[in-house]
Antibody, heavy 122, light 107 residues
Framework: EVQLVQSGAEVKKPGESLKISCKGS????????IGWVRQMPGKGLESIGIIYPYDSDTRYSPSFQGPVTISADKSISTAYLQWSSLKASDTAIYYCARRDCGGDCRGGFDNWGQGTMVTVSS | DIQMTQSPSSLSASVGDRVTITCRAS??????LSWFQQKPGKAPNLLIY???SLESGVPSRFSGSGSGTDFTLTISNLQPEDFATYYCQQSYSSSLTFGGGTRVEIK
């Protein structure tokens, strides 16, 4: 069974750094793209970007506003989303999701993590 | 960047109704379109992929159609558990953009 398990909720102050994680199991982690999606309170889904753990090829969504870094460590089947300096507007639920293909492909997301709530407040 | 426009943004319906949600892409995306259902406090759940293929375990009252720029999600015989928010997503480009969502509420 494919599973994506995300790290727990975080409460941070503006200006602090943060790295959240998404661990995959039940499949060959390095062979499928992993994406990150933001959902601000009461709002819709926004794609942040995707990473291919096999070679760390990373693509950021042009429409996503906000400096974040996506990375992955295929040796421990884990993807990451990190901020160097958080803002209050980064408050949201962040989901990771597996793309149903690898390499040069056009599949969508088929499995999702449970979400990580990030709260940024002074 | 490919923009996805979903309509309506919300609708009210009764149990047993047939519901149709549309999604339009700003450029052709062939059949690279998925539909998701999201309930409050939960992660999205895949319903339809490749525009019209039903994900395993999803009830057959859900169906998808379309290609190019115009797509439709239909829920026939709406059930109480179907009241939720629905999103389309294009996967033609690596930006993987979502539509704005359609909230299906009880009339």
């Amino acid at each position: 069974e494919v599973q994506l398990v995300q790290s727990g909720a975080e409460v941070k102050k503006p200006g602090e750094s943060l790295k959240i994680s998404c661990k995959g199991s039940g499949y060959r982690f390095s062979s499928y793209w992993i994406g990150w999606v933001r959902q601000m309170p009461g709002k819709g889904l926004e794609s942040i970007g995707i990473i291919y753990p096999y070679d760390s090829d990373t693509r950021y969504s042009p429409s996503f506003q906000g400096p974040v870094t996506i990375s992955a460590d295929k040796s421990i089947s884990t993807a990451y989303l990190q901020w160097s300096s958080l803002k209050a507007s980064d408050t949201a639920i962040y989901y990771c999701a597996r793309r149903d293909c690898g390499g040069d492909c056009r599949g969508g997301f088929d499995n999702w993590g449970q979400g990580t709530m990030v709260t940024v407040s002074s | 960047d490919i923009q996805m426009t979903q309509s309506p943004s919300s609708l009210s319906a009764s149990v047993g109704d047939r519901v149709t949600i549309t999604c339009r892409a700003s450029q052709t995306i062939s059949i690279f379109l998925s539909w998701f259902q999201q309930k409050p406090g939960k992660a999205p759940n895949l319903l339809i992929y490749a525009a019209s293929s039903l994900e395993s375990g999803v009830p057959s009252r859900f169906s998808g159609s379309g290609s190019g720029t115009d797509f439709t999600l239909t829920i026939s015989n709406l059930q109480p558990e179907d009241f939720a928010t629905y999103y389309c997503q294009q996967s033609y480009s690596s930006s993987l953009t979502f539509g704005g969502g359609t909230r299906v509420e009880i009339k």
